[in-house]
T-cell receptor
Framework: DAGVIQSPRHEVTEMGQEVTLRCKPI?????LFWYRQTMMRGLELLIY????????DSGMPEDRFSAKMPNASFSTLKIQPSEPRDSAVYFC????????????FGSGTRLTVV | KNEVEQSPQNLTAQEGEFITINCSYS?????LHWLQQHPGGGIVSLFM???GKKKHGRLIATINIQEKHSSLHITASHPRDSAVYIC????????????FGQGTILTVHP
């Protein structure tokens, strides 16, 4: 298995532009998580899905952020409009409920908003 | 006060030394994770444990549920162990949802 696949690896965009981050979880995993990592706040959970359904989006900073999981093999995190304070590394992770050591992170997307 | 506290925040060691990183948490959990992140790199799950002790190569993780405390030990440390080690807890009712410690930056010198 190729692991959790995120794209793009790096994204530089201008303030006000729409940004879409993509994630392909490990096949068979039924939970998907979006995290954000910054120097100031460390790792924070933004939203997670179980069986494609959003379970907890309390970590989503504001209405500019939205996430979808249209099927079991794909999820997107969208920021519209983007702001410089959104600059961070965004990680996607997936897991299979009940299986030990199934928690797997993607390589992350480094987003820079200028 | 953070729900997950790690110590020390920074740790420097000489190659071959025995290393311990500690993690204390204040909430009920279903599992505790130890993660490793190399500079500019992704995050790797080292251990997931809910009781007792686990060992993988030179790494050992222990947890004491009553004391709400876990330790990560590295025996015979090596420069390639240099990374950030992150403790994360999984809540009892929110499967998979992790709350993270601030991380411990480990540097092992040759």
């Amino acid at each position: 298995d190729a692991g959790v696949i995120q794209s793009p690896r790096h994204e530089v965009t201008e303030m006000g532009q729409e940004v879409t981050l993509r994630c392909k979880p490990i096949s068979g995993h039924n939970s998907l998580f979006w995290y954000r990592q910054t120097m100031m706040r460390g790792l924070e959970l933004l939203i997670y899905f179980n069986n494609n359904v959003p379970i907890d989006d309390s970590g989503m900073p504001e209405d500019r952020f939205s996430a979808k999981m249209p099927n079991a093999s794909f999820s997107t995190l969208k920021i519209q409009p983007s702001e410089p304070r959104d600059s961070a590394v965004y990680f996607c992770a997936s897991s299979l409920e009940g299986r030990v050591l199934s928690y797997t992170f993607g390589s992350g997307t480094r987003l820079t908003v200028v | 006060k953070n729900e997950v506290e790690q110590s020390p925040q920074n740790l420097t060691a000489q190659e071959g030394e025995f290393i311990t990183i500690n993690c204390s948490y204040s909430v009920g959990i279903s599992a505790l994770h130890w993660l490793q992140q190399h500079p500019g790199g992704g995050i790797v799950s080292l251990f997931m444990l809910s009781s007792g002790k686990k060992k993988h190569g030179r790494l050992i993780a222990t947890i004491n549920i009553q004391e709400k405390h876990s330790s990560l030990h590295i025996t015979a440390s090596h420069p390639r162990d240099s990374a950030v080690y992150i403790c994360a807890v999984e809540g009892g009712t929110s499967y998979g949802k992790l709350t993270f410690g601030q991380g411990t930056i480990l540097t092992v010198h040759p």
